[in-house]
């Protein structure tokens, strides 16, 4: 029945006065108008919303909706937000910056930033979970792990970690774990960029790890040091520039059993000897001078590749090719028993969301390019760097290092002076100490750029001036003989046939045919917070003065970006009701990590150092147990109510008996069942009561905003997934951003970071970059900005309406798992399937490739309880769409068995089931108008993991010339 | 057999020097690389491309190749002419212009700014001839002839024309030929725009008709024109703001048989009553300001309605649903016998591309706003205006209109005074004349800005300034109570269901999903040069220092935009070897018409006046005898050899015998028969020694560049197809460009603008605007900046290259029908399948739709001769794509009668043909990587046309709430 609703000229409200802008983005964001929310609350007994959330939400923990509304945080209009945007964005300074370290400026090319970048067909999907539906994003991470091995020349990578500085610490775990956690030293050539050394110490503190830092060749000298040393960590080229040879080192380190880690540079790699090639282990890096400028920080896809002996060890997400069931290849995630939502405190990985659009853009950058277009960026930027070192050893400078990729270190009198020189001319060099300054080359670097450059120097040094045309291209490689790749690289036919702009467009637009997305139907994903990434949030993202600002450039240079992480650092206190934030981690799953370390430095500041227990529900999401882990805590589980709600009880005996070595608490509110529970804060006060601090997990804050706060629940920390309560596009599985907020007595303990100017005194830096992803900052704070305080809250109403009235829908029809005393779920439903499976055998399997069908992505599968679907509408569907989802589940509730199809399938000559090809295309009409074809049919998992193939199939050779035929 | 060619390390070529930029655009815009290129020459049997050239193109009309190429037009890459177009916007002075006069500045919503104008989905496909791949955008132009008809009160409304001048023109000479061609007077309100009289008057020439221009009542009251009076047209409101009631002009003009046309505003007919409520017979206007931002004067889509009695005479594209073979609705283009293609020179209409893309836009505006959106804006509109009218009026200044919309006239002491402070303030005011000025608001004026224009009067009169605060909301309307509106509009579902981002975002993409276009696969549509339409040409053109440009401000305002069109003009001249440009035509057709008027200028210019007589060969494209009655001239057809070349005996013996007054000759070059006739400069030699002009269709431009020329080939006058050779996106059907270039002795002739400062002498306007669709000759700019002259040329070759190879690979299997006397083909081919009607009663048709389940865009039907297919695939598709569309052809030689299928029809249960589905569906298997499933099966055609209905079905009443059910 049509539930279409008059929405016609009386429908809108005229906007309060003449003077108020009329593109506010509350009414386009939120996907019922007002007389439908009116017609949902009646239809579930309420006569107002107030009444509603009266039951939905536990009165003591609500806020005065005067905590978050328009006069604590004003609404923009989207052109009033645009106007702001560009204001601040006039207010980053325009610089070149040489100061490298990892982070370079790079050239999108402009059918990847429009048709991938800006196209939500790529920027707005989740994670692939869904294989038969995601063939074309898991095609391109696999181009990305293919792109990885080939350039590393390692057997297998994954598809992207979030940074290189946290990659870094993964491949030293792994060193720690391959020596069956016995040795516990970990040797870093000195090298090593030092925003990564940070984020090893902390990370080798939660595993009680010596991080021993000095040139690598000395260190391994060390016979004493060696029974010790499960690992080593070079950087090549380092951070200095020089391209040393370390295949002597890596004999070495194999000789007495430790594992080779290399940080990378898949450019130099087009030029130098691959890791995989003088005996590393793990290579690791970041992707992002692959068309991903550096957004003063990130986001970007750090890779991670290593032996094939390694591969069962190896963290982040694997995509790997299985077969479907008529036989036909097909891409899935594979070895996901490897990951923390499996394994929980005994995964090898806590990456939950990654880079995957980031993967996705670099992956493209090298399909685009080729290895030959790879090249000659390389011979570029190499070439640049041998006329900066010719020229300026001409003026009398001295350069620390003969060989080099892109980097050249330079001895100067006075590196302030040279400094000042270089920032009036508009330029950024990198401050190494007080007499050597540093300079990095990238593809962005134009030749008038180059002599501008130069000339600073040639002015330091009392020299006269250069021009282009005295300046000479080198004839040689400033690359060592024996550190020359000669190997191919790139040799499959899917980087050597989409160079020209038409064939990369098509290519592009074919992977995005394959996929379904937000672009086409709801996409109910339980715990994940699928709603509207608006375009207006996005825009600022893409405009370079937001783009090519290097993460550690002097703060005067950046006022625009730190404008945008004040306001929202405190927009994300208001709403939690915290007293401070940061902004540094680059997911959920390392916002735990930053949390809990927070709270073990505060124990630690208290001479608690001990607290090492972490209570933890048996619901909750895999990365905090993991989480717990890293952070050196021990894990205790708590178990639940046959209601779904904590046991109170439980909580208070183990709270007790850990008394004295109790530190934190991790819980998630609302629950993972989708419940406010009314218990929260007295389980705040049992962990209080017994010396911990109480870790609140903020996936599910899209429930809370305006109605209740983690403060006001008890926490002392929390994390936010902005990728999810605050329209960071979740890409395809990435990025995100996983801030922390804290109580004012954890404040002083919030992350550092040494390579920017007063960096604190908090635990060491979390992520490479002060930070985080920082340009996509600018989606939160948009988003918050625009909906202003009052329509932040009322999208935590609707989303909580949404789920209560697709909970009135389905109950009759499902078993409605958990609801609270009023009958009230929170902004999301767990619905039981387990009598199917007993009746009919059906599995919630069945139930989600069904959906399919309807050209609707199923909601998350068997999680956070295995006969269950978690279902999470959000506050963006509108009343049409969640009738619809409503309708077919109510539809295949009879009809699951029906079948599942796929186009081929569809045509394919002879078919042999109990049911019409009709029936199984098309159960309802509203399909023949709007139908998504799988490209695939159901895919079977465990032949993929049993069979492991995570590259691009590789054609011994392309066929040459010859073969065209007239 | 696979053509994959190796492509690996060696293919590409290092760049001549270090500092040569990387990122050239030739190597990302040609399709085949150099070695392939190589390849396809040896296949030929050449051994080099000069070798070819000599054997393709007549060598007496070659030209040098230093005519065009790096010297002459240096070559930008990519990112430096986004450098050079950012430093270009930033001289275009950043004004707020409150001009009017039928152009506003627009806001358009972030979603469709994305997903439709920057979306190469929507802005890459041809006009929908195919209707079975291009459901998609014939339904959203169906949603823009519904809110036509809607707003306007009118039975019918077409899917747009050029702009709302040659509306006008289209509108005076429908009531010219409503009058039999007898009655030769139009009467035209001095309250119409100034640039609409220029074109009014110019148009009328041709038709030897007269343009009466003054008050429209004390016309009409004069019975002594009445006899000869075919038609009126008024403007609603009129230029200087006036709402008046025509009601009873109608009954007049009616009641002596003459037609009413009336010139109106979509935005204000929200309020006002529409023209289809007071009588009138035509309604017609300028749909920019739903969302299509000026751009300097264009494009954007005019639109024009009528009553039902005059459906069969309306111009311009029309869509109609129709039926599929299983009886389905489905869409596509009606009506088109009334079109010049089959019409030719008894066409009522000379549209061929018109502006579907930008009438795309204004569609999903309508929807994305809806009828209460809409309203919304409009109050807010009018609104600014009240109370900029009371403020000013209290100051002392008298307002000249008591009714208005959105437009108020002030009479002042000096208006020169009053302009002055204004452009101090950052503000442009309507000239009108020394004592008055005028003021049009629109959506984008912020209360900011109401105060600022405000302070200006204020400041003037000497009175204090108000701020926001003071001024006072009004609270009546200044619409004439006998002009509201009291109908409704707008209320079919489509513009009530899609009012939030992620409704509006799933139907944009929903729609876009059901057409097949340059982002599938090749679309060798002969000429039309369905090449690339690259990103970065793209960019700037959304930039808002380029898109919010009002079409009349002083020129000292837009340096950028002068130094666009100067440099672009020049480039032109430089190609076709002609001596001015004009830049003002909308499409080719307009161009064509603009060209002929400029020789019969000319003509007059020397006492040639009655001069009319024009040789056409009847190979032509149809809107050139159109374009040739439309300026006055009589049609005289050439004939053709059995050879396809142009009858020369024919061409001189009509020439001798039409001496005194052959007017022009129009000839297209390489003709429409894909070939390069060697005789074209003795055919110009017999058009001068009889004292005619030769105009030349630059429609196939793109065979030529650098090659040959127009003016080498004996032209006085072209017409380009900036929308073809210059890389213009087809937008679906427009816009377009179509500049003319011409000799020295024409150039006094260009086309004037006066509404501009030195109009110069030329023929009177034939668009609105002075550089008719300034903002998209950005596109073309950057086009010919970034291939850089060798670019060009390399471009023309590639395409000749690409059409012979193709013509290679298909003959022996097709019969190739017309070739040059090396065997060879121009830049397109011919194939004509005569043979298999014969044979097996296959029709062109039937190859077209059995092509579509291969994926691929059929090729130019039936045109210029019935039973062939001409084919171009331009140089920007790759060998690859070409051996693939070679090798379909050669496939369904064999099979095109195995079937045509849709997706439905594929799950059909019963299954009746006699070949298997998946025969039918997979004829090979590359398509079960890449499948595109046509959304409807074959449409009819006559059904469609015999039960005409242009609108979206509407749906009497929507279900209020009470339907919702749980
Ligand atoms: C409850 C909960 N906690 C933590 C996370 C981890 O967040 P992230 O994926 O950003 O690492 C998730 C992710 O889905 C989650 O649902
Ligand atoms: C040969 C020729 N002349 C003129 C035109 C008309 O150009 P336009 O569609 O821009 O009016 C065309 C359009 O396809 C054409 O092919
Ligand atoms: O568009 C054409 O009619 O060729």
Same mark, same amino acid.
């Given at each position: 029945?049509?539930?279409?609703?008059?929405?016609?000229?009386?429908? =809108?409200?005229?906007?309060?006065?003449?003077?108020?802008?009329?593109?506010?983005?509350?009414?386009?964001?939120?996907?019922?108008?007002?007389?439908?929310?009116?017609?949902?609350?009646?239809?579930?007994?309420?006569?107002?919303?107030?009444?509603?959330?009266?039951?939905?939400?536990?009165?003591?923990?609500?806020?005065?909706?005067?905590?978050?509304?328009?006069?604590?945080?004003?609404?923009?209009?989207? %052109?009033?937000?645009?106007? /702001?945007?560009?204001?601040?964005?006039?207010?980053?300074?325009?610089?070149?910056?040489?100061?490298?370290?990892?982070?370079?400026?790079?050239?999108?090319?402009?059918?990847?930033?429009?048709?991938?970048?800006?196209?939500?067909?790529?920027?707005?999907?989740?994670?692939?979970?869904?294989?038969?539906?995601?063939?074309?994003?898991?095609?391109?991470?696999?181009?990305?792990?293919?792109?990885?091995?080939?350039?590393?020349?390692?057997?297998?990578?994954?598809?992207?970690?979030?940074?290189?500085?946290?990659?870094?610490?993964?491949?030293?775990?792994?060193?720690?774990?391959?020596?069956?956690?016995?040795?516990?030293?970990?040797?870093?050539? %000195?090298?090593?960029?030092?925003?990564?050394?940070?984020?090893?110490?902390? @990370?080798?503190?939660?595993?009680?790890?010596?991080?021993?830092?000095?040139?690598?060749?000395?260190?391994?000298?060390?016979?004493?040091?060696?029974?010790?040393?499960?690992?080593?960590?070079?950087?090549?080229?380092?951070?200095?520039?020089?391209?040393?040879?370390?295949?002597?080192?890596?004999?070495?380190?194999?000789?007495?059993?430790?594992?080779?880690?290399?940080?990378?540079?898949?450019?130099?790699?087009?030029?130098?000897?691959?890791?995989?090639?003088?005996?590393?282990?793990?290579?690791?890096?970041?992707?992002?001078?692959?068309?991903?400028?550096?957004? #003063?920080?990130?986001?970007?896809?750090?890779?991670?590749?290593?032996?094939?002996?390694?591969?069962?060890?190896?963290?982040?997400?694997?995509?790997? @090719?299985?077969?479907?069931?008529?036989?036909? *290849?097909?891409?899935?995630?594979?070895?996901?028993?490897?990951?923390?939502?499996?394994?929980?405190?005994? $995964?090898?990985?806590?990456?939950?969301?990654?880079?995957?659009?980031?993967?996705?853009?670099?992956?493209?950058?090298?399909?685009?390019? +080729?290895?030959? +277009?790879?090249?000659?960026?390389?011979?570029?930027?190499?070439?640049?760097?041998?006329?900066?070192?010719?020229?300026?050893?001409?003026?009398?400078?001295?350069?620390?290092?003969?060989?080099?990729?892109?980097?050249?270190?330079?001895?100067?009198?006075?590196?302030?002076?040279?400094?000042?020189?270089?920032?009036?001319? +508009?330029?950024?060099?990198?401050?190494?100490?007080?007499?050597?300054?540093?300079?990095?080359?990238?593809?962005?670097?134009?030749?008038?750029?180059?002599?501008?450059?130069?000339?600073?120097?040639?002015?330091?040094?009392?020299? %006269?001036?250069?021009?282009?045309?005295?300046?000479?291209?080198?004839?040689?490689?400033?690359?060592?003989?024996?550190?020359?790749?000669?190997?191919?690289?790139?040799?499959?036919?899917?980087?050597?046939?989409?160079?020209?702009?038409?064939?990369?467009?098509?290519?592009?637009?074919?992977?995005?045919?394959?996929?379904?997305?937000?672009?086409?139907?709801?996409?109910?994903?339980?715990?994940?917070?699928?709603?509207?990434?608006?375009?207006?949030?996005?825009?600022?993202?893409?405009?370079?003065?937001?783009?090519?600002?290097?993460?550690?450039?002097?703060?005067?240079?950046?006022?625009?970006?730190?404008?945008?992480?004040?306001?929202?650092?405190?927009?994300?206190? /208001?709403?939690?009701?915290? $007293?401070?934030?940061?902004?540094?981690?680059?997911?959920?799953?390392? &916002?735990?990590?930053? &949390?809990?370390?927070?709270?073990?430095?505060?124990?630690?500041?208290?001479?608690?150092?001990?607290?090492?227990?972490?209570?933890?529900?048996?619901?909750?999401?895999?990365?905090?147990?993991?989480?717990?882990?890293?952070?050196?805590?021990?894990?205790?589980?708590?178990?639940?109510?046959?209601?779904?709600?904590?046991? =109170?009880?439980?909580?208070?005996?183990?709270?007790?008996?850990?008394?004295?070595?109790? $530190?934190?608490?991790?819980?998630?509110?609302?629950?993972?069942? +989708?419940?406010?529970?009314?218990?929260?804060?007295?389980?705040?006060?049992?962990?209080?009561?017994?010396?911990?601090?109480? #870790?609140?997990?903020?996936?599910?804050?899209?429930?809370?905003?305006?109605?209740?706060?983690?403060?006001?629940?008890?926490?002392?920390?929390?994390?936010?997934?902005?990728?999810?309560?605050?329209?960071?596009?979740?890409?395809?599985?990435? *990025?995100?951003?996983?801030?922390?907020?804290?109580?004012?007595?954890?404040?002083?303990?919030?992350?550092?970071?040494?390579?920017?100017?007063?960096?604190?005194?908090?635990?060491?830096?979390?992520?490479?970059?002060?930070?985080?992803?920082?340009?996509?900052? =600018?989606?939160?704070?948009? !988003?918050?900005?625009?909906?202003?305080?009052?329509?932040?809250?009322?999208?935590?109403?609707?989303?909580?309406?949404?789920?209560?009235?697709?909970?009135?829908?389905?109950?009759?029809?499902?078993?409605?798992?958990?609801?609270?005393?009023?009958?009230?779920?929170?902004?999301?439903?767990?619905?039981?399937?387990?009598?199917?499976?007993?009746?009919?055998?059906?599995?919630?399997?069945?139930?989600?490739?069904?959906?399919?069908?309807?050209?609707?992505?199923?909601?998350?599968? %068997?999680?956070?309880?295995?006969?269950?679907?978690?279902?999470?509408?959000?506050?963006?569907?509108?009343?049409?769409?969640?009738?619809?989802?409503?309708? @077919?589940?109510?539809?295949?509730?009879?009809?699951?068995?029906?079948?599942?199809?796929?186009?081929?399938?569809?045509?394919?000559?002879?078919?042999?089931?109990? !049911?019409?090809?009709?029936?199984?295309?098309?159960?309802?009409? #509203?399909?023949?108008?709007?139908?998504?074809?799988?490209?695939?049919?159901?895919?079977?998992?465990? #032949?993929?993991?049993?069979?492991?193939?995570?590259?691009?199939?590789?054609?011994?050779?392309?066929?040459?010339?010859?073969?065209?035929?007239?």
């Amino acid at each position: 029945r049509a539930t279409v609703i008059a929405r016609g000229l009386a429908s =809108l409200k005229q906007p309060s006065s003449l003077f108020a802008p009329l593109d506010t983005f509350t009414e386009r964001h939120v996907g019922p108008e007002d007389s439908e929310a009116s017609a949902m609350l009646s239809k579930l007994g309420y006569k107002s919303m107030e009444e509603f959330l009266g039951d939905a939400v536990p009165s003591k923990i609500r806020v005065p909706s005067s905590s978050v509304d328009d006069a604590v945080i004003p609404a923009f209009s989207e %052109s009033q937000l645009l106007k /702001r945007a560009r204001e601040l964005a006039q207010k980053n300074k325009a610089m070149k910056s040489y100061i490298g370290m990892g982070y370079h400026d790079a050239v999108v090319p402009p059918v990847i930033l429009r048709n991938v970048m800006e196209n939500p067909q790529w920027y707005m999907p989740y994670t692939p979970y869904q294989p038969e539906i995601a063939q074309g994003r898991l095609e391109s991470l696999v181009n990305f792990q293919t792109m990885v091995m080939s350039l590393t020349g390692m057997d297998i990578a994954n598809a992207s970690l979030l940074d290189e500085a946290t990659a870094a610490a993964e491949a030293m775990i792994m060193a720690y774990v391959q020596s069956g956690q016995k040795k516990s030293t970990f040797l870093v050539d %000195s090298g090593v960029s030092p925003q990564t050394l940070s984020v090893l110490r902390i @990370r080798a503190k939660g595993f009680g790890m010596k991080v021993v830092v000095g040139d690598i060749a000395t260190l391994v000298a060390d016979e004493s040091l060696r029974p010790l040393v499960n690992g080593v960590l070079v950087q090549y080229p380092d951070v200095n520039g020089a391209c040393k040879d370390f295949e002597g080192l890596a004999k070495t380190v194999h000789g007495f059993g430790g594992l080779v880690a290399c940080a990378t540079d898949l450019l130099a790699l087009t030029m130098l000897k691959p890791p995989g090639e003088w005996g590393a282990d793990i290579a690791l890096g970041n992707s992002a001078r692959f068309g991903v400028p550096p957004g #003063y920080g990130g986001p970007h896809a750090a890779f991670f590749a290593v032996t094939d002996k390694l591969k069962r060890k190896m963290p982040g997400r694997l995509i790997g @090719r299985s077969r479907d069931s008529t036989g036909a *290849p097909a891409y899935r995630l594979a070895l996901q028993t490897r990951e923390q939502h499996i394994r929980r405190e005994k $995964a090898t990985s806590n990456i939950c969301t990654s880079q995957a659009l980031l993967a996705n853009m670099a992956a493209m950058y090298a399909v685009f390019h +080729g290895p030959a +277009g790879l090249k000659r960026i390389a011979n570029k930027v190499h070439g640049f760097a041998q006329v900066f070192r010719s020229s300026v050893e001409t003026f009398g400078f001295a350069c620390v290092n003969d060989t080099f990729f892109d980097t050249v270190t330079v001895k100067v009198d006075s590196a302030n002076v040279l400094h000042k020189a270089a920032v009036a001319a +508009g330029i950024n060099l990198r401050p190494v100490d007080s007499t050597h300054v540093g300079v990095s080359f990238d593809e962005t670097v134009t030749p008038d750029d180059l002599v501008k450059l130069i000339n600073v120097f040639a002015s330091a040094a009392d020299a %006269s001036p250069v021009s282009l045309a005295s300046l000479q291209a080198p004839t040689s490689l400033s690359v060592p003989d024996s550190l020359r790749r000669t190997s191919d690289f790139l040799e499959h036919p899917v980087f050597n046939r989409h160079h020209s702009e038409t064939e990369m467009l098509r290519y592009i637009h074919h992977l995005a045919s394959k996929d379904l997305g937000l672009v086409h139907s709801m996409i109910s994903l339980g715990s994940c917070t699928m709603k509207l990434n608006s375009t207006s949030s996005m825009i600022p993202l893409t405009w370079p003065e937001f783009g090519s600002v290097h993460p550690f450039v002097p703060f005067d240079q950046v006022e625009g970006y730190h404008t945008v992480i004040r306001e929202l650092e405190q927009d994300l206190c /208001r709403i939690t009701g915290f $007293a401070a934030a940061s902004l540094q981690p680059n997911s959920g799953a390392a &916002g735990e990590y930053a &949390g809990l370390s927070v709270i073990r430095a505060y124990h630690e500041s208290r001479g608690e150092a001990h607290r090492d227990i972490c209570l933890i529900p048996l619901s909750a999401h895999g990365t905090n147990p993991a989480s717990a882990v890293m952070a050196g805590l021990k894990v205790v589980p708590v178990k639940a109510l046959a209601d779904g709600s904590l046991d =109170l009880e439980d909580l208070k005996a183990k709270a007790e008996k850990h008394k004295d070595k109790l $530190a934190a608490f991790m819980i998630t509110y609302p629950s993972t069942f +989708g419940v406010f529970e009314a218990g929260v804060q007295d389980a705040c006060k049992i962990i209080h009561d017994n010396g911990g601090q109480v #870790y609140l997990d903020g996936a599910n804050l899209n429930a809370q905003v305006g109605l209740t706060n983690p403060a006001t629940c008890g926490g002392d920390v929390c994390h936010l997934n902005l990728h999810k309560t605050f329209a960071i596009p979740h890409g395809g599985g990435g *990025p995100g951003v996983g801030p922390i907020c804290v109580a004012e007595h954890l404040a002083p303990f919030l992350p550092s970071h040494h390579v920017m100017e007063n960096p604190g005194k908090g635990i060491d830096a979390v992520a490479g970059a002060p930070f985080g992803s920082a340009s996509i900052l =600018l989606i939160s704070w948009a !988003y918050i900005k625009m909906l202003g305080g009052t329509g932040l809250a009322k999208s935590s109403q609707i989303a909580l309406l949404n789920a209560n009235y697709m909970a009135a829908r389905l109950s009759g029809h499902y078993n409605l798992r958990y609801k609270n005393d009023k009958g009230r779920v929170a902004h999301e439903l767990l619905i039981d399937l387990a009598e199917f499976d007993k009746s009919a055998g059906l599995k919630v399997m069945d139930f989600a490739k069904r959906l399919q069908d309807y050209g609707f992505h199923p909601p998350t599968c %068997s999680w956070p309880i295995s006969t269950c679907m978690l279902i999470e509408p959000t506050e963006s569907e509108s009343l049409e769409e969640i009738d619809r989802l409503g309708r @077919r589940r109510r539809r295949w509730r009879r009809g699951a068995a029906e079948g599942e199809q796929r186009a081929e399938e569809r045509a394919a000559s002879d078919w042999n089931k109990p !049911y019409s090809r009709e029936k199984a295309a098309y159960p309802l009409p #509203y399909l023949k108008e709007k139908k998504f074809w799988p490209t695939v049919a159901r895919i079977d998992d465990a #032949y993929g993991d049993m069979n492991l193939i995570v590259r691009l199939i590789c054609l011994p050779a392309l066929p040459t010339l010859t073969s065209i035929s007239v």
